[in-house]
């Protein structure tokens, strides 16, 4: 079994930051070797993909947060995090860690993020 916990989520005025983290834990040998990503889900809406990172490091991000948002990792506390700046509403939503190992996915249970002043 692949436990992911999320952490860091919170109210933030638009504009500002949020550092998002996401611990595994489990039946993994090392996140490097999997492809971790971040989803959000806003009331209403389907979860969609935010930004993700392959093994050999290469990141992908959705289209609304180029240039906002970035996605890291270190290895060593098999933690992926979201740096989140410029935070605007509509980046209010529930954000989920997944860790991708064919054929096998793992999701975490969320951390709230709220933007608004």
């Known amino acids: 079994q692949v436990q992911l916990v999320e952490s860091g989520g919170g109210l933030v005025q638009p504009g500002g930051s949020l550092r998002l983290s996401c611990a595994a834990s489990?039946?993994?040998?090392?996140?490097?070797?999997?492809?971790m990503g971040w989803y959000r889900q806003a009331p209403g809406k389907e979860r969609e993909l935010v930004a993700d990172?392959?093994?050999?490091?290469?990141?992908n991000y959705e289209d609304s947060v180029k240039g906002r948002f970035t996605i890291s990792r270190d290895n060593a506390k098999n933690t992926v995090y979201l740096q989140m700046n410029s935070l605007k509403p509509e980046d209010t939503a529930v954000y989920y860690c997944k860790l991708t190992t064919p054929p096998y996915y793992y999701w975490g249970r969320g951390t709230q993020v709220t933007v608004a002043s």
């Open positions: 489990g039946s993994i040998l090392s996140i490097n070797r999997n492809r």
């Open positions: 990172i392959t093994s050999s490091g290469s990141t």
